[in-house]
Structure formats: C-alpha cells, structure tokens
C-alpha cells in the first residue's frame, strides 16, 4: 500500500500577515516544498469587517481595519507570485479563512469578488461578535453571554449551520474548535441538544459536497486530539464525508510535525487517505 503523502487543505499562516504567527510566507512554502508537500491549501485570515472586530495583537501593533486590508491585499499578491514561482515544486491553492460576524457575509463576498481565490475555509471564531479563541476571558464572555457553556455550544453551531448555508465554502474548518478552553468537551459535544446541531450541520455538509478540515493544531499545543473530536469524526467517516488533513500551521517548526498522527487516526476511523483538492476542478 503506498503511503499517503502530506498535504493541508488549511494552513499557512505566517508572521508576515499574521501577528500571531512566525516566519515569512515564502519560507513556509519553502517548509511545505522541503517536506515533498506536492499541494498545500493557503488560507490566511480575512481581514476584519470593521475597526470593531480588530484583535487585541493588531491593535497593539497599531493596525486598524484599513491597513489591514491593505496588508490582506499585500498577502494575495505574495501568494499568487508564490504560486506562479514555485508552480515546478509544489501546487499552492491560494485562499484565505473567513469570520463570522455582524456583516462579515457581504464582506466575504466582496473579497471574493475582488480577488478571486482559489477556495475559502468557512471558519466561525466568533459567537456574539465576541472572538470566543483569542483568549480564556473573551471564550468566558461569550459563554455568559449565551447563558453558559450549553448556550455557547448551541449558539456556535447555529452560526456555523448559517455560514455553511450562505457561503458553501470548499473547505469548513476546524469544525468543534468551539472546545477549546471547555476541559468537558467530550461530554458537552455528546449532549443530545449539540450533538444533533452536529449531525444536521454535517449533513449539510454532505449535502453540499464540501470539505472537513482535520485540523491538526490542538496536537501542536500538546492536546489529545484535532479537531474533528473521535465522535465526529467517526460520524463524519461514517456518512462519506471527505476529510483532509489541514496543519493550520503558524510558523516553519509546526508544518507536518502531526502528519503521521493524522494519517493513523483517519485510517483507524476508515477514511480514505485519497485526499481531495480543495478547488472545484482537477490542477
């Protein structure tokens, strides 16, 4: 049997475009390519709606939503000249992650219409406008805003169900990342009122024929496992959805450190290791 060889269908973020990320993004492609990567989705973070979904970082970096944009715009152009550059080493599929928020759908579209990606992850990161990931005291906010860590799981769902709906994004990304600071994850996301907000948002997914991003950053921060957690995982194998792995790599040293792990979870749950391209037709 010819063993699977490394791709991410969502990665590539660098500290060139990213403030919370390290290394240029020529040298995570030069990473990727060194790696015998043969094609690598890059999907760096969209750029915020307005200057009131700026993070803490860029604000300490003195950015607003206008040079953000611009640098979004910087980071197309990098990653398209990467692309034609290194086309002999590796494929790049340039794309980018969205948010989802109080008109970030508009927003999204207007992106894709000015520059054309390749694909987009649909990513949520934010319940009640509040960016749930950035930190233990925002992912405490939101909980308290949706009535506890029940209403936070239900609320994240719904919003991710919506942006599937509205975007059809090729790639949904780190699908339960709504776990991250939640120690009772495994018994939360089994709790019969989330889990069939789950089911249904995976049969939309099935529906639609898109991608599970198997997202490999928890392993790189020392946790069990990735997102997809084992129970939607396996539900996910068990309704044909494609799953390919996605490194969401921040920096040189976390590219295909997890592979091999990845590649021996979706084979025990019997997944097939065919990966598929993240771009509607084959190249």
């Known amino acids: 049997m010819q063993r699977p060889y490394p791709v991410s269908v969502h990665g590539g973020h660098s500290g060139q475009f990213c ?10 492609v030069l990473a990727y390519i060194g790696q015998g990567y043969p094609w690598v989705g890059i999907t760096e973070h969209m750029p915020p709606v307005s200057d009131d ?40 599929y340039v794309g980018f992650e969205t948010e989802t928020c109080t008109g970030s759908l508009d927003f999204v579209n207007a992106l894709i219409n000015t520059f054309s990606p390749d ?19 925002c ?14 799981y ?48 995976l049969e939309l997914i099935k529906q639609l024929d898109l991608i599970l991003d198997f997202n490999l950053r928890p392993l790189s921060r020392g946790e069990d496992e990735p997102y997809l957690s084992t129970p939607i995982l396996k539900k996910a194998c068990d309704m044909g959805i494609d799953i390919v792995p996605g490194d969401d790599s921040h920096e040189v040293d976390t590219i295909g450190t997890h592979m091999q792990k990845a590649v021996g979870i979706l084979q025990a749950a019997g997944m097939k290791t065919a990966w598929r391209k993240p771009v509607a037709s084959p190249g």
């Open 19 to 28: 403030g919370h990320a390290k290394n240029s993004l020529e040298e995570i």
């Open 53 to 92: 979904f700026v993070y803490p970082e860029e604000k300490g970096a003195g950015l607003d939503a206008g040079a953000l944009k611009d640098r979004f715009a910087a980071y197309m152009q990098v990653c398209r000249h990467l692309q034609t550059k290194y086309a002999r080493d590796i494929r790049l």
């Open 139 to 152: 992912y405490d906010q939101a909980a308290n805003r949706c009535g506890g860590l029940d209403g936070l």
């Open 154 to 201: 239900a609320a994240y769902f719904d919003l991710q169900y919506e942006m599937i709906q509205a975007l059809k994004p090729r790639v949904v990304g780190h699908l339960d990342i709504i776990r991250i600071h939640d120690p009772d994850y495994r018994s939360r996301l089994c709790m019969p009122i989330i889990w069939e907000k789950i089911v249904r948002n």
């Open 119 to 137: 694909y987009v992850v649909g990513s949520v990161h934010h319940v009640k406008d509040i960016p749930f990931d950035c930190s233990r005291s």
